[in-house]
Nanobody, 127 residues
Framework: QVQLVESGGGLVQPGGSLRLSCAASGRTFSTYIMAWFRQAPGKEREFVAAISWNGVMTSYADSVKGRFTISRDNAKNTVYLQMNSLKPEDTAVYYC????????????????????WGQGTQVTVSS
């Protein structure tokens, strides 16, 4: 079992920045791929970013490339999402997710492939 707890959400003005954190506990050795998804009201859950176990491979949704950065600190069992130049359309509940080893990198954008999910943290971008 893996437990994921997100933090760092809040209210920010357009153009501002936030850093989300996801702390993993339990069988953390199985967190081969970590990712962030988001879900806005009335919309489906959307892929945001993913990172491999060693941090070498990353993937980003086109909508956040150049603005968001995913990173992980395995010593702290924590994944981060640095969000810069935030836009109102970034408003959503952001979820942390983990994918076990054995799943291909080509699957990282598919929400149904992930094994564990956090409870979500609200990010609101508004004037």
């Amino acid at each position: 079992q893996v437990q994921l707890v997100e933090s760092g959400g809040g209210l920010v003005q357009p153009g501002g920045s936030l850093r989300l954190s996801c702390a993993a506990s339990g069988r953390t050795f199985s967190t081969y791929i970590m990712a962030w998804f988001r879900q806005a009201p009335g919309k489906e859950r959307e892929f945001v970013a993913a990172i491999s176990w060693n941090g070498v491979m990353t993937s980003y949704a086109d909508s956040v490339k150049g603005r968001f950065t995913i990173s992980r600190d395995n010593a702290k069992n924590t994944v981060y999402l640095q969000m810069n130049s935030l836009k109102p359309e970034d408003t959503a509940v952001y979820y942390c997710a983990s994918l076990s080893k054995g799943s291909g990198w080509s699957q990282v954008q598919l929400a149904h492939m992930y094994d564990y999910w956090g409870q979500g943290t609200q990010v609101t971008v508004s004037s």
